[in-house]
């Protein structure tokens, strides 16, 4: 199975395709993923069986497209998002914001 990039049409292995995502939007339930080979970010929501893509309208997400990825499957936690096809899994952390300190005007 391969996975595309949606901007320079480059597949990729699973390995490579999930090892390139980043920055887990628990609240928006989206990845941030960076093309290895284009450098294109996108953002991604991993769906039970599927990679939904779309755009964000305001502040949330809106899925358009669908690509079946079978037997992918995906577990949210506080911190990160699991995908794991077979016994393989990957683990994409949430980006955590540092506090913004006030400053003195
Ligand atoms: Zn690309």
């Keep these: ?48 069986g599927e990679l939904g893509f779309g755009y964000r309208s305001r502040g949330r997400y809106a899925v358009l497209d669908r690509i079946r990825v079978p037997g992918m499957s995906r577990r949210r936690h506080d911190l990160r998002l699991d995908i794991s096809i077979d016994t393989r899994v990957w683990r994409v952390p949430t980006r955590v914001m540092p506090a913004r300190t006030a400053t003195p005007a």
């Design 1 to 48: 199975m391969m996975l595309p990039c949606l901007a320079c049409e480059a597949r990729f292995v699973p390995d490579d395709y999930f090892g390139a995502c980043h920055d887990y939007n628990r609240g928006r339930d989206v990845v941030a993923w960076t093309c290895p080979r284009c450098g294109n970010r996108d953002e991604i929501r991993v769906l039970p």
